[in-house]
């Protein structure tokens, strides 16, 4: 598992959207065209709790993270802006 | 579809348990300990895939249930780690295994004494963090609080429902420290070797012919003698 300890906002936006489209099979550039605004969780069928857990634990290893119960709300997972906002956050917490 | 018996535990009859096999009687017999729970299902297609792609090979290959699993009639709860040990291992003697392909999870049971892979190992912890994270995750969308901290606890008391499988205590108490280990002649094939995402990650049960071409010729150069 590669972890990034150094990630700017650009890799930062790569790493998230190479793991979604890793998460719903999508192609990479697929995933490349998520916006701000693009909703996920609550939002794409495919993406159910379990599909958010493994998210979730694969953005610990891959982003060097850990992330807590109190954490995950459903405005965090709501949008792809959300999510990258809430791994942001942590990053720079550290 | 064949069957094998595990040996009777202590004055349990012993159930017939089914086995997903390409045996053609050959010398090398690859004994497969499929992923867990929810990344068995995810998982399946690619496990037997590879299966087919490996009997074409010439090794023959035998996919045990974990009992309390799958097509199993022995009850889930009443599992624990070292019986699911002790089942691969007595899977491994009855059928004449030479070697085994551990996936995910189920490189936490592999028989020791045989050589093979473990291909991107999952350990308990992790596993238990995954599947315990997807149920405080619906309990929150369903307007329940649910914490982890209380989930693991309740797990090591009276087991717990996770993602639909009912995880008996004693299960749940050995997988917060079970961690795979590579017993000599075992080497590990990570991911990253494979390339491609891990389907396992995936929302939906998915297919991939070209991780299933790479695990199986990554087995086949090995048992030729090349180096893993």
């Not at chain 1, 999508?26 to 069928?45: K, S």
């Not at chain 1, 290893?61 to 990258?84: F, K, N, P």
């Not at chain 2, 009850?75 to 291992?89: I, Y």
């Amino acid at each position: 598992m590669t972890v990034s300890h150094n990630l700017d906002g650009a890799a930062l936006d790569l790493e998230l959207k190479a793991l979604l489209a890793d998460v719903l099979g999508l192609d990479p550039e697929q995933a490349q065209a998520f916006g701000p605004d693009t909703g996920l969780f609550g939002h794409l069928p495919e993406l159910d709790s379990m599909a958010v857990a493994g998210l979730l634990t694969e953005m610990e290893d891959r982003l060097g993270i850990v992330i807590e119960d109190d954490d995950v709300d459903g405005e965090m997972l709501e949008t792809y802006g959300a999510l990258r906002a809430f791994a942001e956050a942590k990053l720079g917490g550290r | 579809m064949f069957t094998w018996t595990p040996p009777a535990a202590d004055g349990t009859p012993a159930r017939d348990e089914l086995l997903v096999a390409f045996d053609r009687g050959r010398d090398l017999r690859l004994l497969v300990c499929p992923a867990w729970f929810d990344e068995a299902n995810k998982l399946r297609r690619f496990t037997i895939e590879v299966m087919r792609r490996l009997d074409r090979a010439g090794v023959d290959c035998l996919l045990p249930d974990l009992p309390g699993c799958n097509e199993s009639l022995a009850p889930l709860t009443e599992q624990t780690l070292q019986g699911w040990r002790t089942a691969m291992a007595a899977a491994a003697e009855a059928l004449c295994a030479t070697h085994v392909l551990a996936i995910r999870a189920g490189a936490l049971v592999a028989p020791p004494d045989l050589p093979g892979w473990h291909y991107a190992p999952q350990s308990g912890p992790k596993l238990l963090r995954g599947m315990i994270r997807a149920r405080t995750i619906a309990a929150r969308e369903a307007g329940l609080a649910e914490t982890s901290e209380e989930l693991m606890a309740e797990g090591r008391k009276a087991g717990l429902t996770l993602s639909g499988w009912a995880i008996g205590p004693a299960l749940f108490s050995a997988l917060e420290s079970a961690e795979p280990v590579l017993a000599p002649g075992q080497s590990e094939l990570a991911q990253s070797v494979i390339g491609g995402p891990g389907l396992w990650l995936r929302a939906e049960p998915d297919e991939d012919a070209g991780q299933a071409d790479r695990l199986a010729a990554r087995i086949v150069q090995s048992l030729a003698g090349a180096p893993a």
